[in-house]
């Protein structure tokens, strides 16, 4: 009798926690969670290589933070251009709520193994925020396997376009570029797409997403209360954690780059 595969293992338990499309996409996962880990081990190889003078003069945290940001940039490169354009093609026919597509299903597929990677870094190097963000971005991940909000949570991973530029920005500091025309190019976009994907849209969707939950009990197959309060309050915590990160950001851009009267008041 031949030994049951992975998904044929897992299935009934996923059933049983009310996540029937988990099993199926469970190795995807899995990869995931290596790739993350396979792409920090390469920056932690090569990166020395291509920065050698500012490498010598880094701190073993630092080296650490560096490949930490570099996993951040490479999945939001990869993951939030192609979720803004599934994102795009919703239309009515689209069932927002309990709709389910494999090739969908298969990007937060990269994303879930993003965040399990993610929440074991920030529990190892980083605050509470950042632990914070993590979970519920796992939670949010986990549940579209269920299916729920497959589609519309789509909008909450587009916020990762504004993630490259900040990465970017870090990265200038720890080049030697602090203050350099191009981290202020970089941190034009970056301020332009924070306000654009995680400020306006991140309270327009996340209102949208929540109006949904809730208008789902006037249906034959409403959404249960417990996962209506996690998302009515775990959104409006991520949008406080993205206007916390923005005027801490803003800030930090105003030391790099002082306006006259600042400079004057500094002399």
Not at 3 to 15: D, I
């Amino acid at each position: 009798m031949d030994k049951p595969t992975l998904v044929e293992w897992v299935r009934p338990y996923a059933q049983a926690w009310g996540l029937p499309y988990l099993s199926v996409h469970l190795p995807s996962i899995l990869r995931s969670l290596l790739l993350w880990y396979a792409v920090q081990l390469l920056s932690h190889l090569v990166s020395p290589k291509l920065f050698p003078k500012s490498f010598a003069t880094m701190s073993s945290r630092t080296r650490t933070s560096w490949d930490l940001h570099m996993v951040s940039f490479i999945h939001s490169v990869i993951v939030a251009p192609i979720a803004l354009y599934f994102w795009l093609q919703i239309d009515e026919s689209t069932d927002r709520l309990w709709g389910y597509d494999y090739t969908l299903a298969q990007v937060y597929a990269l994303s879930l193994g993003y965040f399990a990677w993610d929440v074991i870094m920030s529990l190892r190097y980083e605050g509470f925020a950042f632990v914070l963000h993590g979970l519920l971005g796992f939670a949010a991940s986990m549940l579209v396997y269920k299916p729920l909000l497959m589609f519309d949570g789509l909008s909450i991973l587009i916020w990762e376009l504004s993630t490259p530029f900040l990465n970017i920005h870090w990265a200038l500091d720890k080049l030697g570029r602090t203050g350099s025309r191009l981290q202020l190019i970089n941190a034009l976009f970056l301020v332009l797409t924070y306000v654009c994907v995680r400020l306006l849209l991140g309270v327009y969707a996340s209102y949208r997403l929540i109006e949904l939950l809730w208008a789902s009990t006037s249906t034959a197959r409403p959404v249960s209360v417990p996962l209506r309060i996690l998302y009515t309050l775990g959104l409006p915590a991520l949008n406080f954690l993205n206007y916390m990160w923005f005027f801490k950001m803003l800030r930090a851009i105003r030391k790099r780059f002082p306006t006259e009267s600042h400079k004057r008041k500094a002399s």
